[in-house]
């Protein structure tokens, strides 16, 4: 775990033994699970350390200056939460970008939405082969949970990985959302002209781009964004419309 102990180190994070021990069990399970439930296509070790966890672990750099971190961040002495945070990971697939940041951060208190049950059934059993708590492992769709009352707008920190396009995605991740919190979509390319044809829906939905920041990784060419968004308002209720409308007919 020598490549994400060192992207992390330059992402503000000081990685321990327990930590990189805690990824090594997560890499060795993801492909002992991926031979038959196809998690992810990246399996390579050096690869799942950069384009998985250290990926993951980029959302940090959404979060320094936030009221999220704890001042001891400012003076370099590793980053930590300054109060245990509620979190959702919308479209979770194996993990990511959720539970990377769980080890990192413990305190964090993680919802990890998945509609696929093989997913979610490997999401299970890593969350406990890791002996994470306060991780809840959810099967659904975004469109059903921001209809929820115990879902809709309680989450402090909103976050998706490669679930959809930016219009949709916001349809998504907003409802979820509590007034003042944050929503991070990871991005590769084009993150400007991405936001920008969802400018309409991230307004309508009570959101607002607070910023994109790049994102470079150790031992990756491309650059990756990171698209901040901040709630600033109620999402009216009919929003998320029902399963699947999102997608059919983008705001
Ligand atoms: N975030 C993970 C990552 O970056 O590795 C998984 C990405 S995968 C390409 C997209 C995942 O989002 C799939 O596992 C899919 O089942 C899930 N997904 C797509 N739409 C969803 C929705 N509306 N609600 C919940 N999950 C959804």
């Given at each position: 775990?020598?490549?994400?102990?060192?992207?992390?180190?330059?992402?503000?994070?000081?990685?321990?033994?327990?930590?990189?021990?805690?990824?090594?069990?997560?890499?060795?399970?993801?492909?002992?699970?991926?031979?038959?439930?196809?998690?992810?296509?990246?399996?390579?070790?050096?690869?799942?350390?950069?384009?998985?966890?250290?990926?993951?672990?980029?959302?940090?750099?959404?979060?320094?200056?936030?009221?999220?971190?704890?001042?001891?961040?400012?003076?370099?002495?590793?980053?930590?939460?300054?109060?245990?945070?509620?979190?959702?990971?919308?479209?979770?697939?194996?993990?990511?970008?959720?539970?990377?940041?769980?080890?990192?951060?413990?305190?964090?208190?993680?919802?990890?939405?998945?509609a696929?049950?093989?997913?979610?059934?490997?999401?299970?059993?890593?969350?406990?082969?890791?002996?994470?708590?306060?991780?809840?492992?959810?099967?659904?769709r975004?469109e059903e949970?921001?209809?929820?009352?115990?879902?809709?707008?309680?989450?402090?920190?909103?976050?998706?990985?490669?679930?959809?396009?930016?219009?949709v995605?916001?349809?998504?991740?907003?409802?979820?959302?509590?007034?003042?919190?944050?929503?991070?979509?990871?991005?590769?390319?084009?993150?400007?002209?991405?936001?920008?044809?969802?400018?309409?829906?991230?307004?309508?939905?009570?959101?607002?781009?607070?910023?994109?920041?790049?994102?470079?990784?150790?031992?990756?060419?491309?650059?990756?964004?990171?698209?901040?968004?901040?709630?600033?308002?109620?999402?009216?209720?009919?929003?998320p419309r029902r399963p699947g409308m999102p997608t059919k007919r983008?705001?």
């Open positions: 775990m020598k490549l994400l102990r060192e992207g992390a180190r330059q992402l503000g994070l000081d990685l321990t033994q327990e930590h990189l021990q805690a990824f090594q069990v997560y890499y060795e399970e993801l492909i002992a699970w991926n031979a038959k439930f196809n998690l992810t296509a990246i399996t390579e070790y050096e690869q799942v350390q950069i384009r998985h966890f250290l990926d993951s672990l980029s959302c940090v750099k959404a979060l320094v200056g936030s009221e999220y971190l704890s001042p001891a961040a400012a003076e370099g002495r590793g980053l930590h939460l300054a109060r245990p945070l509620t979190c959702i990971d919308v479209g979770s697939g194996a993990g990511f970008p959720g539970l990377p940041l769980k080890i990192v951060f413990p305190r964090l208190r993680l919802t990890l939405l998945e696929t049950g093989k997913k979610v059934t490997f999401l299970e059993h890593i969350v406990e082969r890791l002996g994470l708590r306060q991780v809840t492992v959810l099967k659904g975004a949970l921001g209809q929820m009352a115990k879902h809709r707008e309680h989450y402090d920190l909103v976050l998706a990985r490669a679930v959809a396009e930016m219009p995605l916001a349809e998504y991740l907003l409802p979820l959302c509590r007034l003042g919190g944050l929503c991070i979509a990871q991005k590769g390319s084009d993150a400007q002209a991405k936001v920008a044809s969802a400018q309409r829906a991230i307004a309508i939905l009570g959101g607002r781009l607070k910023k994109i920041i790049p994102v470079e990784l150790t031992g990756l060419a491309e650059t990756r964004y990171l698209v901040v968004l901040e709630k600033t308002a109620r999402t009216p209720e009919k929003y983008p705001l």
